[in-house]
């Protein structure tokens, strides 16, 4: 099993959870997924972007 580190962004707490043990509030990884020229979902997150949507 691997395991990715994990960053709050409300505190900027590293952690391994889902949720921060501090706030509480959920965690996300800290480094952008990785570049592939067969992107299958990059239109629909471009698309997101530009409407200003999380």
Do not use: F, I
Not at 24 to 47: F, I, K, N, W
């Amino acid at each position: 099993m691997r395991t990715q580190m994990r960053v709050c962004r409300e505190d900027r707490t590293y952690t391994l959870r889902d949720a921060c043990p501090r706030c509480g509030s959920p965690t996300v990884a800290p480094l952008p997924p990785r570049y592939s020229p067969e992107d299958r979902y990059g239109s629909y997150r471009r698309r997101l972007k530009r409407e200003g949507a999380k």
